[in-house]
């Protein structure tokens, strides 16, 4: 076999240069393309997982059932209206009876009772104003459901987030 001349090995030496830089290129676009493909799916998926995550707080507001929340209208309602009148009602009742005087007097009354919107509003409106009020509600889900929907979806957020994990 005959020796090589410097003219061939410097000839060789440039085409393997060439075959090289080719071969880098190649690597070096391999590589952004499996980057862009990479960062693409994750966009995707945290897009996904926003999606979810704005679902999850929607379901987290969504209206009651009608029923359960009625009887804790009226609860709520029974207690503020009968502490709104207790203390002054006793107040009045007292000082009528360590003085002497009706009760029904309309002077110690509006002395007794000065009018105020708040103190009035416990008693313009009824249980039964509040009953009417309650039924044009809609009727949502019950605490049970809400409880579903929000496991369900907390599940597909960990699933998207494991994947997301799992593209690095």
Known sequence: MKRPTREELQKKGHEDYATREALAETAEEKKRQAVAKIEEESKKILGEIKDLQNERALAMVLPGKTAPFLEFVLEEFR????????????????????????????????????????????????????????????????????EGKIKELDTKIAQLSKRLKSLA
């Open 79 to 146: 207690r503020k209206r009968e502490s709104s009148l207790a203390a002054p009602l006793q107040a009045h009742l007292k000082g009528c009876h360590e003085s002497g005087q009706t009760p029904f007097d309309p002077q110690r009354i509006r002395y007794s009772f000065p009018a105020s919107g708040l103190d009035l509003f416990w008693f313009t409106i009824t249980e039964e104003d509040i009953k009417k009020a309650v039924a044009g509600l809609e009727d949502g889900i019950t605490d049970e459901e809400r």
